[in-house]
């Protein structure tokens, strides 16, 4: 996800990648990829920043398939809102403001 409440199309391919790697790293030198972060179990220490797609029941270095449905549901609706008022597993809601 992105600062202007949209999710790309390669923010969705690689949030699908770290799913099916059953789980992700974080790089010594974030510059490395994208978002800074590469597929592949954490076996080490957890992440100082954990991905922003990885929020259900805390933070665990893996994306779970809820986790990924919720970033295609972003995705497909065009972007996203913080909307803390509704109750939604995240704090935002699908669909541009």
Known sequence: ???????????????????NAGGYTCLDNPGDSEDGYAPGANEGALCALFHAADYDGGPDSAISLSELLRIIQ???SGGYT?????????GFCAGNA
Not at 3 to 18: E, F, I, K, P, T
Not at 82 to 90: A, V
């Open 74 to 76: 972003f995705f497909s």
């Open 1 to 19: 996800m992105n600062r202007s409440c949209r999710h790309s199309c390669r923010g969705s391919r690689q949030s699908s990648q770290l799913y």
């Open 82 to 90: 913080y909307c803390p008022e509704l109750t939604t597993e995240d």
